[in-house]
């Protein structure tokens, strides 16, 4: 334990002096220059387990060369560096405080700095946009390291490389569903970027699409959209008309726009993105998959069916060919392919692929991820479809519990989990379950929507039509058992009728 290396350092210790001092400082005397060159690196961790891989790398990059494992071995049994377990360290903070004074007055003390930083930033390049468990689980150490070159060290990132560490951050936390922890890595990313390189540099329309990214998957629809306008514009300024990143951002446009139900804005600029793509990539890259799939989307959105198919098949086969059998990509488009086979109502088709693709998402992404809580609500929305009550309920509630743990409660998601669920209790006759279900619902969608989108109207017919069923209920049971001029009656039939003439009671 780190406290036990401590009274073994302090018992060294020279009578008058601090403890831990003095016998640092006889330690670090008996020390070769390798040894302490090695040490002033360690001391640029952070306070956190140091994967030796981290190490090496970061020593790398500062064109150290010798004998590492040997020096590392010497600071270990000079009791300056903790082996936690193989190939794991950590630097005690009191003794990171005494090695960073001695990094100060090191001659090479930018180049490790610089070093260091180059290590952490090729960390953050091997986290993908959709990081997978094993992704996730391979990095996590480097976590703490990488937050420390975005924050302590981030002066002595290049500015080629001064957008990565933020990058790194924000999709390790994204990935996991982790949007409030991503957010502020993302709010620092362009903020920075800005600073150091001016408010027209193509980093900077990228923190801006970033930020967008984000804010969409937040469902602050009217957030992004100016974020995603000014990147579109900037990189059409400073990268010209036609560039894979003018691609990016107009495909990320329309995506937004679909979000918003804006299908007639949404169409030309996915249509002008992938033929950007597929001139740009030569037709066979995961990108133009995106753009087919994305497309694919907006046609099944608008009930083009016949449209959407070929284009899902197509970005379906590309990304199997491109990323393997087994990546979240096929596993989106293996349920996108399932929801527009549900809304053909071929259910044979559709259940196969909703259900490979919820146990892929599971496989890669972990049971509690925002991708796995919408395989969920699908296939419970394909049962529901079939009549299959007992088997959808019990997924559409695991859909709405994980969407209320992973995102804000006002968000688009939760309206139409809600909805769902209230169509399913309303299928079965249970009124008293259902309409709370609608109003709660309707309330999300117009706040975050607004009152005309799509998905609004649809909620708010879903609820209109749950409203006119029970009046009618109720006016059937007043006159069997009241009688057709009873005060009641008359009350409930009113209601009925000012239900079909699309008014409130």
């Known amino acids: 334990m780190l406290a036990d290396i401590l009274a073994q350092v302090q018992k060294q210790a020279s009578a008058g002096k601090s403890g831990v001092a003095a016998a640092f400082e006889l330690n670090w005397e008996c020390l070769e220059p390798e040894a302490q060159e090695l040490a002033c690196l360690l001391s640029l961790f952070a306070l956190a387990p140091i994967p030796w891989s981290l190490v090496e790398s970061a ?21 300056l560096l903790q082996e936690l377990a193989e190939d794991t360290y950590q630097v005690h903070e009191r003794i990171q405080e005494l090695l960073r004074q001695k990094l100060e007055d090191l001659a090479e003390a930018d180049e490790l700095k610089r070093g260091y930083c180059q290590a952490m930033v090729a960390v953050a390049k091997d986290i993908p946009e959709t990081p997978t468990l094993i992704e996730i689980s391979k990095v996590t150490l480097a976590i703490p390291h990488l937050t420390g070159t975005a924050t302590v060290y981030q002066a002595w990132l290049s500015d ?17 569903g982790a949007y409030e922890q991503a957010l502020p890595w993302y709010e620092q ?4 970027t800005r600073e150091r390189l001016g408010d027209s540099h193509p980093d900077v329309a990228t923190s801006l699409n970033n930020l967008a990214e984000l804010y969409r998957s937040q469902g602050r629809y009217s957030e992004a959209e100016p974020l995603y306008i000014e990147a579109l514009s900037m990189r059409k300024s400073l990268l010209g008309q036609s560039h894979l990143d ?64 070929p284009l899902y098949i197509q970005a379906l086969e590309m990304y199997k060919r491109l990323l393997g059998q087994s990546h979240p990509y096929v596993a989106t488009s293996l349920n996108n392919l399932a929801f527009l086979y549900g809304s053909q109502r071929r259910y044979s088709d559709a259940e196969p ?32 479809s079939q009549g299959r009550y007992s088997d959808a309920e019990p997924l559409y509630i695991q859909a709405l519990e994980m969407y209320k743990r992973l995102l804000k ?13 209230a169509l399913l209790y309303g299928s079965q006759g249970r009124y008293s379950d259902t309409e709370p279900l609608y109003i709660q619902a309707l309330e999300i969608a117009e706040q975050r929507l607004g009152a005309n989108h799509p998905n609004t109207i649809t909620i708010r017919k879903n609820l209109e039509d749950l409203r006119r069923k029970s009046s009618t209920q109720a006016v059937a049971i007043a006159e069997q058992q009241l009688g057709a001029n009873h005060p009641n009656t008359i009350t409930y039939r009113e209601n009925l009728e000012d239900l079909r003439r699309n008014r409130q009671p």
């Open 246 to 309: 003018v691609a990016t951002s107009l495909n990320n446009l329309a995506g937004l726009y679909c979000s918003q139900g804006r299908y007639s804005d949404a169409k030309p600029l996915f249509i002008e993105a992938l033929s950007m793509r597929k001139r740009l990539l030569e037709d066979e890259h995961p990108d133009v998959a995106t753009s087919l799939n994305d497309l694919a989307l907006l046609y099944c959105s608008q009930g083009r069916y016949s449209d959407a198919k």
């Open 409 to 421: 409660e006002s968000h688009p998601y939760m309206a139409t989990s809600l909805n769902n669920l």
């Open 160 to 176: 080629d490389d001064l957008i990565w560490p933020f990058i790194g951050l924000a999709r390790f936390y994204e990935g996991q």
């Open 189 to 192: 990313c362009l903020s920075s």
């Open 353 to 384: 692929l909703y259900i490979e693709a919820l146990s892929m998402r599971k496989s890669l992404l972990g049971q509690s991820h925002l991708d796995v809580a919408t395989s969920l609500n699908n296939l419970a929305l394909l049962y529901g």
């Open 59 to 79: 020593a790398s990059a500062s064109h150290l060369e010798f004998d590492f494992k040997a020096n590392c071995t010497i600071l270990v049994e000079r009791y």
